[in-house]
Structure formats: structure tokens, C-alpha cells
């Protein structure tokens, strides 16, 4: 297998953008990654997207975004794995690249979201559950997610301040991100006095609805320094797992073991280990997601996530800095776009461009991205070239 | 890049199948297709579905499969190409093994489409078009279909008898094939005097809705012999293509540009010329569709696809046996399974195991998978083992 390298980012703006259509995202962000590359052509793309259908009535996104982004013919597929659709679109092109198969690859993810309705939108997202025995049953995300939340405060005494501290710590890096959707400054009270959704989260628990592109370059590790204008990062490892769709069937609550299995399937890849990280974004869908993300991957044992984030261990400065960005709470969570953006924030990093936001002597860098409860995880580490 | 086989497929019945489920179909060809290879695991798996969401509700594909066919924590990924979402899916698991990053894959096609009623299925296909400026204002496949038939039929004297008679052929090697959905021989007289749906195209030019599944499992060539339980064939070459998604962008409404650049494209990689191939299933959608489609591979000029199909030379024991399975017309088109059972029409007939439609001395097939009015191709030539 060939090593493969990110040579070229590209992002929209995050947010509730009704002056822009699914394919007019999807190109934006491709041809800012393009430029950002400075190459002259490209080989394959890829777009990761949840539910285009859904959202947007809007299926067959390869051959769409090829041809509106002028590319035709070159082959274009859309991969979706839910809320980790980005993130397994990345893992499809690295594999093209490492196969051989192609030199220049563009991996988008986008997610077009406030076309539809709130109820819509809701209906669309619980397809990532179980159908016949989630969704079908009326569970939304929010309350999946609540049940996991009270698992693991019973077993491990996490508190609704600690997941508040979540919300705190992004939404205050989230100031610092200019495609942030929602960059404001919140407390702990503020979380803990907003709308309670699905108890113990509140409505700043969640992350939002969002409309968004994000888009990589890829190509062969050893040609990128050569080829790359702005700087180049190589994926030293690209790993995906999948866990149970439906919570009642998984062995424990307050455990992501796809999100586990990924990141150790990673970490031996790469050969590194949680301690070699300096930062990782991680998918904060809601507030206990981070923590319990936190754990999965190794950055602390099981039920010390809680404490962590709320000792600032996880703050920009802190042990093991997470979310930089903002993660999805601050940032913004269009599905599709998500696991690409958080590529794109560990990019940015280890080039040193993140700004007010940089972490200090940032050189390897990690992402987990996951579908639904945690059914789907997909975990990249990235190092400076 | 490593050479890559097919050693084990499974197809569960096509048509409609009231008493299955989505996954249930999925699951039953994968068990199938692991039975038939006699491997003990898999390492990674593919979904290819077009539009579960809209038929079903269900996204996130690739983790439901992976937890009801017991094979968490695997890799999972759902890949969508409108009706080329099998082959784009067969393209993935072929990469994922030419990469050198597993061994083992399944790659499954499934799609469930009668569980909505008539209008919400032709909604759910319309989204292959352009949502924007064709299915908005109405038109559906049949009539974009018709669009290209017409404009054939004006450039080239293509007759409708000549239309009739692919799907005379197809329906008769459709009565071959127990898995067919409409194994009913027809005559030319019959399609004629069938309900018009969109002229020229009446209701027996179009391929009918199913529910089904197909799954293949992969592994590397090397090893394939001595793996496969019941034969193995390689796949010489694995292509995709792109073109304008809708038609009125196309240079040429007569023609299939991607279908003929991802054939330029195979035949290449796999150093061989269309007279090298004994049979190919291509993606008879629309009967039109089968005739532009053996133009576009190079196996008649452009044009005279149709006086071939009437002349019999694309039937068994013609020139180049064209969907000896019975074709999407007979055999059924569960669009995110077509790709994949196309694959195993041409396994089962290089490994000699066709039976009643078994073409004579077959070493290498091709198969033609599109997604929309052809703005997705992917094409794989195989050969026997």
C-alpha cells in the first residue's frame, strides 16, 4: 500500500445558509480545497453526505457534484455511513490513492439541512437509528443519546456539570473558528438553565442543524511535499468499525466500542498510542458524546472523561487539546460535511494555520467521526509532513 | 496494486417480496455468497443501495447490515450511485483489496422498493435525475428515457420493433433463470400492443420495481484458487465514468459518454478489445437503454445496436450474448442490487453453472451498470479462473 497525504482543505461557512443549494456547497468547499492544493486536475471524488434523499429529494450525489464542479467523467461516489458519512468517504479515497488506482483524489462531504423542516429534519436524522426498532417506536437522537447519558452517570457518577463543561469548552474554542455557526461565549449555567430536550441534555447540550461543505486533496505521501502549496499531512493511519445499531442490543450503555475498536485498529497501524496525540476532534453530537468518545479512544479510562473535560484537560493548553474547531456543538454539525471538517481542522493545526486557536507544537493529530449511537466510528491519525 | 477475484455469490429471489425486509434480503445473499465462497470471515463489507431512505426510512446501511448479518465490528460502508450503486459498491470492495488493506470482502446490493406505493417509488427514482431542473418539473425516468429513444430513433432509424425485441430476448432468457422476476416469454406484438408509458416507450420497454438482493464476496486473485469452494473468477478490470446528470446538458442525447468512457477506460486496464468479450449484462433499464448500451461498449457502431438486437446477434448463441440473466427487463431491477447481480450472472456463467441459458465456451464477461440517464457508468470486465 501506498502512503497518502491531505495537500489541500476547503471549507464553507457552517450555518442555516438558505441562499445556498446542497450541489453549490459541495463545490465551494471543492474548489477552495483545489486551490488550497494547487493542483491542476483531479482523478476520483468522493461525496459523503447522510441523506440527500431525505433532505433534499436529491440522490445520484456523485454525478452530480462531478458535473457540477465541471470534473465529468471522472468516477464520483457517494458514500454514506450516517453521521460518519465524511469520515468513511475520507477512508475511501485513502484506499483509492493506496491502491494505486489514483494519484489525485477529492473526498467532499456536505449536508444541506434547513430545507426542511424541524420535524423533517428530525425524521431524517432517526434513519441513522434502527427503524423497525428505534425510530418506528418514536426515539429521536436526543433521547438515544439521553439514554447512554444516564447510563453513564449511574455507573461512573458523571454530572450534568461535566457535560455542560463539554459545551463550555467548544463554544469557547468555536470563538476563535470564522466558519463557526454558533461562536458564543456560554457558561455552565447557560446550559444548565437552557430547554431541557431529552433529559439530562439540555438544548445546549445538542448540536445544531446545519447547512456546510467541507473537501480534501489527496494524493501519494511521497509526492506531496512536491506538489502541495500550503503544506502537506500525512494520514498515518485510516480505520472504521461498527457496533450495534440499536442501543438495546449493545453489551453497555456507556461505552462506544466501535469508536474503541477503530482508534485501536488505528493506533497499531500508525504505530502510536493515545499519548502520542497532542489533539483530536472528536464527535460531540451531544455533550456525553465527548466524554465518552474521550474514553473510547484512550485519551482517559472509563469514567474519568467527565472529570477531565471539566479540570481542563481537554482544553487548548490542556493534557490532550479536543474539538479545536469548536467540535459539532460550536462549529456545526451538517452530517455529511463532519467527519471531512474535523480532518480539515487537524490539517490546519499541523500547518500551524489554526490562528487564535493553535495548538502549541502540534504534530500528530487524530479524528473520530461516528454514525448514529456510535454504530458506525471512523478514526484517522494525521502527522505533519 | 493487487489482482483481485470473486469467489463466492449469492442472489436471493427478485420481485415482490412482501414477506422481506430490507436487511432480511441483504443478510439472505450475504450468507448466500459466504456459503458459496467457504470462507470462515470477513474482514470489511459494502452496501450498495440507491435509496433506502425514501423507500424504507432506513439510512445508515452499512452498520444494520454488518449487526444483522453478526459481523460487528467489521467495516461497513453503504455506497450510493443511483442504480449503478452495485457496482460502485463492487468498485470499492475491489479497491479495498487491490489496496492490500483486507483480504475478505463482501460487498452487497440491495433495495427494497414495495414498501411505498407507485408515486412515492417514481418520487424515490426521480432523485436520480437532476432534482433541480428535471424532477422539479415533473419528468421521470420514463420519460427521460423516452427523450433519448426519440432522439435515437431520429438519428439513427431506430424502429420500436427494434426496442420490442430486447425485451422479446431478455423475457426469454429471463424463462432461464429462477431467480427472474417476470420469467414470462413475450412476443414483439405484445410490447407493441402493451400500455403506452412515454412514447415510444410502452410498459414491457420498461424495466419493472423489485425488491432483492445480490452479494459477492472478493479476495485476492493469488489466493483465490485455492479459497473458493465452487470457482473463482478475476476481475481483469473495475472502471467508473461520469457524465451530466441531466440531459439537456449532454452533447449527444443519442449516446451513453460515460458508459463509453468507463468501457475505454476497462478494456485498457484489462488489455482487451470488445471482440474479446462472450457475454455482458448491460443496464436494460429501459429497452432503449440495453441498445444504446452495446453501442457505447463497442460492440455494434452507433447506430446499429438495434438492427443487432433484431438480427438476434445479442442473444445466446449470437455474436455476444447480451443479458443472458434476462436482463433489469426479466430478471428484475432492485436498483441498489442490479450492479452485483450483474457481477453474478457473469461469475455463474464463466464458472459453467448457468444451466438452461449457459452461453458456449465463455472465458470473459463484462458487465454495464448505470446510475440516472447514464451520468453514472461503472463497468468490470471478469474471466474465468
Redesign the interface.
Known sequence: ?REVAIIGVGLTKFGELWEQ?L?NLYVEAALKAIKDAGVDHIDSMYVGC??S??F?????????M??YLG????????????CASGG?AL??GY??V????SDVVLVGGVEKMTDVGGDEAT??LA??????WE?FNGVTFPGLYAMMAVAHMERYKTTVKQLAAVAVKNHLNGTKNPTAQFPAKISVDDVLNSVMVADPLHILDCSPITDGAAAVILCPADKAKKVAKHGAVKILAS????????LH?RKDLAAL??VA?AASVAFSLANKKPSDIQLCEVHDCFTIAEIMSTEALGFFEKGKGGPAVEAGETAIGGKIAVNTSGGLKSKGHPVGATGVAQAIEIVEQLRGQAGARQVAKAKIGMTSNM??TG??AVVHILEAL
Chains 1, 2 share one sequence.
Open positions: 500500500m443549494s450541489r447522510m441523506s434523499g431525505l433534499t429529494g436529491q440522490e445520484h450525489l456523485g454525478a452530480l462531478a458535473d470534473q465529468a467523467p471522472v468516477p464520483a461516489t457517494r458514500v454514506e455511513s450516517a468513511a477512508r475511501m484506499m483509492e493506496a491502491s494505486g488506482q425524521y431524517a434513519t441513522a437509528s434502527d427503524q423497525e425510530a480505520a472504521a468499525a461498527t457496533d450495534t445499531i440499536a442490543s466500542d466501535a475498536k454514525g448514529g454504530a458506525s
